[in-house]
Nanobody, 120 residues
Framework: QVQLVESGGGLVQAGRSLRLSCAANGNIRSVNSMAWYRQAPGKQRELVASISGGGWTTYAEAVKGRFTISRTNGETTAYLQMNSLKPEDTARYFC??????????????WGQGTQVTVSS
């Protein structure tokens, strides 16, 4: 059983920072790429940032220069450092991982999400 658990969301004022964490738990052989998505009310889920197994990163244009994705802890934990937050960053943030479980098939796993609310 593989689970992704996000934490670190909350309510902050515009201009402040938050750091989201995503831990991949369970019987895991390897974690390949990991990514953060977000979904605001009434909008489609969108990719925020991704990091490959080799450490290559990509970012949505809206967050470039403000958000940083990283991985540590044997590459099974991903972080999203969010600086200079704006009200338009308000959304539920989801972590996803391309994971190969022990004795299982490689696939995409998703967390339950963590809410980020930025007040003006």
């Amino acid at each position: 059983q593989v689970q992704l658990v996000e934490s670190g969301g909350g309510l902050v004022q515009a201009g402040r920072s938050l750091r989201l964490s995503c831990a991949a738990n369970g019987n895991i052989r390897s974690v390949n790429s990991m990514a953060w998505y977000r979904q605001a009310p009434g909008k489609q889920r969108e990719l925020v940032a991704s990091i490959s197994g080799g450490g290559w990163t990509t970012y949505a244009e809206a967050v470039k220069g403000r958000f940083t994705i990283s991985r540590t802890n044997g590459e099974t934990t991903a972080y999203l450092q969010m600086n200079s937050l704006k009200p338009e960053d308000t959304a539920r943030y989801f972590c996803t991982g391309d994971i190969t479980p022990i004795g299982g098939m490689r696939g995409d796993y998703w967390g339950q999400g963590t809410q980020v609310t930025v007040s003006s």
